[in-house]
């Protein structure tokens, strides 16, 4: 039977992504998932923005950078990035990988040294979604 759900959740997600990981696993032999928070928090201590990713297969995978454009212009980017990448070091990972839409960030991935791999035209219409990668090491 197939359903569509109405409101997903963590449950679903997980349902669906188990028989994914262990036919992954069972290919290319197991990998350790890590989460990675890189946090950029205001004066008062409360987390505005920062980096989000996850590492598995030696990659890094940087899924959210947000810096609040009130903080922007002050090298924060830059930081958080330098940070993902230690991190990234630290876990062993050849590389890092994101995608940024045309509105957003790819001028400033590539001056750190990324190279777009990919490319979805019009998503959003009239816009692109680029995919980039940098090796590290």
Known sequence: MIEIVAAPGDREREAILAPLVAFNDAAVGPTERHPVAIVLRDEAGAIVGGLWGMASYRWLFVQYLVVPSTMRGQGLGRQLMAAAEAEARRLDC?????????????????????????????????????FLSKRIG
């Open 94 to 130: 050849v590389g890092l990988w994101l995608d940024t839409f045309s509105f957003q960030a790819r001028g400033f991935y590539e001056k750190l040294g990324y190279r777009c791999f990919g490319q979805i035209d019009d998503y959003p219409p009239d816009e692109a979604r680029f």
